[in-house]
């Protein structure tokens, strides 16, 4: 089993949906949880960044953490063509050494 | 906000040659930073942590004579692929943390075709 699971997609929205990723993980040790956009060949960028549960929202974005269920979800209102790319999840313990999922290729259709 | 610069966005080399790869953090000090690999259509895979000033720390199953990394300064990690073949053919990112309570920010990536 690997430690954070993430849908691979892909995942195709119309315009203006609202679209739903999540990630699930096994370590309890994570503390930071983190998602990135990633554009084709290129670097990831980061999203969101949050410590512990909680929700944290920015702009279109909303990231939610639920530590006793080990999972988190993003949250995308009001899709656009530009956001169409693969988000990956990641996460981190105190020691700071990030693990990924294996990202969710989404799709928004104008 | 803190960025990383990642230089050549892409390279192709010839079989048994060698390609060095740089990541540049431009307005903060890295004491840490990250390399790591993809293949298309995969996540993010870590190759190894790069400590400023020691040793970097490999991940298992990658070959530390072959992927040499220095980290020489506070701004500075290199990743050299050494005699490189067309298996090592790959999207390799740096990534570095921005203070305890940022997140890491990833350089843009450099594409390594191997012929």
């Known amino acids: 089993q690997k430690e954070v699971e993430q849908d691979p997609g892909p995942l195709s929205v119309p315009e203006g949906a609202i679209v739903s990723l999540n990630c699930t993980y096994s370590?309890?040790?994570?503390?930071?949880f983190m998602w990135y956009r990633q554009y084709s060949r290129k670097g990831p960028e980061l999203l969101m960044y949050?410590?512990?549960?909680g929700n944290k929202e920015d702009g279109r974005f909303t990231a939610q953490v639920d530590k006793s269920s080990k999972y988190i979800s993003l949250f995308i209102r009001d899709s656009q063509p530009s956001d169409s790319a693969t988000y990956l999840c990641a996460m981190s313990s105190a020691a700071r050494q990030l693990t990924f999922g294996s990202g969710t290729q989404l799709t928004v259709l104008p | 906000g803190a960025v990383v610069s990642q230089h050549p966005s892409w390279v192709i080399c010839k079989s048994g040659t060698s390609v060095k790869i740089e990541c540049r953090s431009l307005d903060f000090q890295a004491t840490t930073m990250f390399w790591y690999r993809q293949f298309p259509k995969q996540s993010l895979m870590l190759m190894a942590t790069?400590?400023?000033?020691?040793?970097?720390?490999?991940e298992q199953g990658v070959e530390k004579d072959k992927f040499l990394i220095n980290h020489a300064s506070l701004t500075l990690s290199t990743l050299t692929v050494t005699s490189a073949h067309p298996e090592d053919s790959s999207f390799y990112i740096c990534?570095?943390?921005?203070?305890?309570?940022?997140?890491?920010?990833f350089g843009s990536g450099t594409r390594l075709t191997v012929v």
């Open positions: 370590n309890s040790a994570f503390q930071y």
């Open positions: 949050t410590y512990s549960s």
């Open positions: 990534s570095a943390t921005v203070g305890r309570e940022g997140g890491y920010t």
């Open positions: 790069s400590n400023e000033g020691s040793k970097a720390t490999y």
